[in-house]
């Protein structure tokens, strides 16, 4: 068990001191949780641009397509240039990009998050371990109390 950098015995606490380990573990695993939920969110809709880039082709030029202006407006419009599409590079900034870079762009998102999500998913396991040890020591110091209460 680790907390703050140092390595703590956990039979050394007492029950409070366990408690309060225990929330903050629970509290600390929510928020890897949460993030995690949130890098794979992003990692989809990334692979989600990948497949809206690739229908971007020569026979689609000129029909007539959906453009989305939010998440529930869109309006009709013609696909005039099938060999540029514009890129959302963050922070509010558009590039026009060529079909085939702007996949490269994606691809490197999704792989960068992949591997962001696969040591978070470590660290989350880490933190369960840590929780299940700890509520184990947590479980047999309150039936050692019982125990010396049922003596009395």
Known sequence: MAQQGQAINLGDLELPQLIEVRKQL???LSHLSNSFAQLKSA??????CMENVAEVKPQNKDK???VPLTNS??????L??????IVDVGTGYYV???RAQAIKHYESKVEYIGSNV?????TIQKKQDNLNILLTVLQSKLQSQAAAKDAK
């Open 26 to 28: 629970e509290e600390e």
């Open 43 to 48: 990692q989809a809709k990334f692979r989600a």
């Open 64 to 66: 007539t397509i959906l």
């Open 73 to 78: 407006l869109y309006v009709p419009g013609k």
């Open 80 to 85: 005039a240039d099938v060999d540029n599409v």
């Open 96 to 98: 026009k990009k060529p």
């Open 118 to 122: 696969s040591a978070l998913q470590e």
